[in-house]
Antibody
């Protein structure tokens, strides 16, 4: 059974940093592109970042709204993908989902990030 | 960015009725090199994560009931539920994955 389990969300002040983690199981992690997608009442569903495979030199892509502030990474030995978020803004508040593939065929349950003073 | 517009924003139907919902993209999501439409549909039930229903505009994901059908090409797409069941109560999102990745605003399906 494919499972994606996110962790690391919480409350952070504007300008602060947070790192999200996602541990995968039930499939060969190293064979799949991985993504982060967020959801908020204000913006709906919004793709955040993507990381490709070792054979693609772990190429990364970002939404314009997070470029330069967020960094996606992966550790295939731990079947994990991460999202380092810096210089956080109120508009980054939302549920962050880890998703697999192209398009997104499996989603985790999400972890909630709140950016507020 | 390619913008995705869904309509209606909500609809209410009785069980057994047929439902159609629309998704329009601001640019074509048909890739000429392989003639594939980079368009997917997701279902999000209350309190759950989105679930992939349809990809390449019309390919049903494994395990998805055949009452769900995706159609369309280029910039105009439709998701049809042939006979709505109570369990289909959800918000349905379209998603383009040709150029960057963007989602529509969703269509909320309510059961009368």
């Amino acid at each position: 059974e494919v499972k994606l389990e996110e962790s690391g969300g919480g409350l952070v002040q504007p300008g602060g940093s947070m790192k999200l983690s996602c541990v995968a199981s039930g499939f060969t992690f190293s064979n799949y592109w991985m993504n982060w997608v967020r959801q908020s009442p204000e913006k709906g569903l919004e793709w955040v970042a993507e990381i490709r495979l070792k054979s693609n030199n772990y190429a990364t892509h970002y939404a314009e709204s997070v470029k330069g502030r967020f960094t996606i990474s992966r550790d295939d030995s731990k079947s994990s993908v991460y999202l380092q978020m810096n210089n956080l803004r109120a508009e980054d508040t939302g549920i962050y989902y880890c998703t697999r593939g192209f398009p997104f065929d499996y989603w985790g349950q999400g972890t909630t990030l709140t950016v507020s003073s | 960015n390619i913008m995705m517009t869904q309509s209606p924003s909500s609809l209410a139907v009785s069980a057994g009725e047929k439902v159609t919902m629309s998704c329009k993209s601001s640019q074509s999501v048909l890739y000429s090199s392989n003639q594939k439409n980079y368009l997917a549909w997701y279902q999000q039930k209350p309190g759950q994560s989105p679930k992939l229903l349809i990809y390449w505009a019309s390919t049903r994901e494994s395990g998805v009931p055949d009452r769900f059908t995706g159609s369309g090409s280029g910039t105009d797409f439709t998701l049809t539920i042939s006979s709505v069941q109570a369990e289909d109560l959800a918000v349905y999102y379209c998603h383009q994955y040709l150029s960057s990745r963007t989602f529509g605003g969703g269509t909320k399906l309510e059961i009368k």
